[in-house]
Every structure is written in C-alpha cells, then in structure tokens.
Nanobody, 123 residues
C-alpha cells in the first residue's frame, strides 16, 4: 500500500520560509516522478514543482527562483524549500507521485497523493 505523508506546513508571515517534506512508503516503481501541487480555496489544484528520476527539476513560473524541490532517495522523501513566501502562496500543498517517469504538470497524470499540508502566509 502506497502512502505519502506530508509535513512542515504552518502559518508564517510574508517573506518567511518553510520546508515541506513528503515521506513515501510502499512505492515499487523506480521510474517515479515526485511533485508538489497546491490548491487554494475556490481554485483548481495547480502544479508547483517536480523532480524527475534523473533529478531534473521543474517549476511553475509563479514559484521559480523562490522554491526548490529536492529528494533523498535513501529516505524516499521529497522536499520543497519555500523562500520569500507571499500571501498568494497560501494553499494546501500536496505531494504526488507519477509511476511512469513522465514529468507532467496536470494533476490528473499523477497516481498517488498525500493528504496535504496547509501553508498560510499572512501579509
């Protein structure tokens, strides 16, 4: 059974930083792409960042230069370092895994999801 468990969310002020973690278990595919999405109230879930099996990284334009995705294969964990947070970054952040090695920006292309962690940025 695949499980993705996110942690690290919280309430911060504009300009602050947070580091999200997503610990995966039960994954058998070695071709996995791991990604972060976010969903704000009343909005669709949107792509934030992804890291490929070759450690290539991809970002939404809105977070490029502020967020960094990384992974620790030994721990089967993916991280999202978020710097210079702004109120518009407020959302529930979800970790996702895609088993076929494809870096996709559409949420429907991902196979497994975590439960989400809330990030709230006050102005």
């Amino acid at each position: 059974q695949v499980q993705l468990v996110e942690s690290g969310g919280g309430l911060v002020q504009a300009g602050d930083s947070l580091r999200l973690s997503c610990a995966a278990s039960g994954l058998t595919s070695s071709n996995r792409v791991m990604a972060w999405f976010r969903q704000a109230p009343g909005r669709e879930r949107e792509f934030v960042a992804a890291i490929s099996i070759f450690d290539s990284t991809y970002y939404a334009d809105s977070v490029k230069g502020r967020f960094t995705i990384s992974r620790d294969n030994a721990k089967d964990t993916v991280y999202l370092q978020m710097n210079s947070l702004q109120p518009e970054d407020t959302a529930v952040y979800y970790c996702a895994v895609q088993r076929r090695g494809l870096v996709l920006r559409a949420a429907r292309g991902y196979d497994y999801w975590g439960q989400g962690t809330q990030v709230t940025v006050s102005s």
